[in-house]
């Protein structure tokens, strides 16, 4: 099949949105389809152009898999990108990949895909995806990692209840418009129908988890020798994106009330835009390391440092969004201590595989963290309960090979494919 994804994040961006689409674009390629993606140069979550890329430049990179005859060519348009991401700062940001990625989605439209696909965020590019496919006679999917429009007014970025009204508006007319809808958890999936997406155009596709790669190690991290942590400290890692929807401030507030407590070391690895401000609290702290994020060949390890994985969540952004950090964190066998609401998503998936404390309140997650700690069998109750979900629902290939399947189907189904592009 020839596949065209329009997704403003993508690799080598090592966590999020760009790590779910690199990887996908990647199997799909290795499975013999012909996929080219529109994108912007890496930047997540630094909020940096990485090196080697520009900002400005149209960049077309080509690669080829050792085997399956498929192939990926990735076209980089450029982009404004700010230090802060907030407000109507995101807004330009946005709207400044969506209009340099227009000429190029449309000439996207003359190589006659089969399947066009948009990835949320950004949902700026839906109009986009939707007038390429049309042109092309293609099939429009919309996959929603985290709702872009709902989280801005959750984080207050916008607080207009007329401009509330009318984004939500035009999101519900767009979403309807595509002919598949799906996202990353059921509860979300709940959502799509609440917007207007009918039942028979959503569909579940789960995040999923490499459980080769990501795996327990029968022995100590060798990141826990190398930071000089003792083999009797118990860490509490947090490793991701370091932004608002997170809620991290809690773990500064955490780490100050356990500051006597020597046996518990906190480990904050990742970047983003509250990293300086992160560091800035907790300068006077010795019970807190940071590290910067770290390359996909030591996700294992560092996954693996954690003796509890701290997940904490704004309250109310838990059923819009699901951390994407979840399915390696589930895959490494630890515990996982998480901020949630009672009855969301987070909540279901770690109920009896990992702790959840009400969003925001300090003191529990203290309690809730001690308790841990001083707890090994408990702990390891719930990492093997973790791992073994992981293992069951979040196999990378099973997910991959159902997405597969029903693209087939649907494109199939749509008479728009010719037999020759569908028999890869």
Not at 53 to 59: A, E, G, L, T, V
Not at 340 to 352: M, P, T, W
Not at 360 to 384: I, M, V, Y
Request: charged letters at 20%; hydrophobic letters at 45%.
């Amino acid at each position: 099949m020839r596949i065209l994804i329009n997704s403003i994040n993508f690799s080598p961006e090592l966590i999020s949105t760009g790590k779910y689409t690199g990887e996908l674009a990647h199997w799909l390629a290795e499975r013999g389809h012909q996929v080219r993606v529109v994108t912007s140069p890496p930047h997540y979550p630094t909020w940096r152009v990485f090196d080697k890329y520009s900002s400005w430049r149209f960049k077309r990179e080509r690669w080829l898999p050792a085997t399956g005859g498929g192939s990926l060519e990735t076209f980089r348009c450029p982009l404004w990108v700010p230090r802060m991401p907030r407000g109507w700062r995101r807004m330009a940001y946005l709207a400044s990949f969506t209009l340099s990625s227009a000429p190029v989605m449309l000439t996207q439209a003359l190589w006659k895909p089969h399947l066009v696909l948009q990835i949320e965020p950004t949902f700026f590019g839906s109009p986009l995806t939707l007038l390429s496919a049309w042109l092309s006679g293609a099939v429009s999917w919309l996959h929603i990692q985290d709702f872009e429009v709902d989280v801005a007014f959750q984080l207050t970025d916008f607080s207009s209840p007329f401009l509330r009204r009318w984004a939500h508006r035009i999101e519900s007319t767009l979403m309807a418009k595509f002919a598949r809808v799906s996202t990353i958890s059921n509860r979300m999936k709940d959502k799509l129908r609440a917007k207007g997406v009918p039942s028979s155009r959503t569909i579940l596709f789960p995040n999923w988890a490499d459980t080769v790669a990501i795996h327990p190690l029968p022995v100590p991290s060798p990141l826990r020798q190398k930071l000089g942590i003792p083999t009797d400290t118990v860490v509490a890692l947090y490793s991701g994106n370091m932004g608002l929807k997170q809620g991290l401030h809690i773990l500064i507030d955490v780490s100050l009330r356990l500051a006597v407590r020597r046996d518990i070391c906190f480990v904050i690895c990742g970047d983003g835009p509250y990293r300086q401000e992160l560091l800035a609290m907790s300068q006077n702290l010795n019970n807190v390391r940071f590290l910067p994020l770290q390359p996909t060949d030591a996700l294992n390890d560092l996954l693996n440092l954690a003796d509890v994985h701290l997940m904490p969540q704004l309250s109310g952004a838990a059923d819009l969004v699901m951390p994407s950090k979840l399915t390696g964190i589930m895959a490494s066998g630890r515990a996982v201590l998480a901020t949630a609401d009672a009855g969301s998503q987070i909540a279901s998936v770690l109920e009896g595989r990992g702790m959840i404390t009400p969003s925001g309140d300090a003191d529990a997650f203290a309690a809730a963290l001690t308790s841990l700690a001083e707890n090994p069998a408990l702990r390891r109750k719930l990492g093997e309960a973790a791992r073994k979900h992981a293992i069951t629902h979040l196999n990378r290939d099973e997910i991959l090979l159902e997405f597969e399947h029903l693209i087939k189907k649907l494109c199939r189904a749509s008479c728009i494919n010719d037999e020759n592009g569908l028999a890869a």
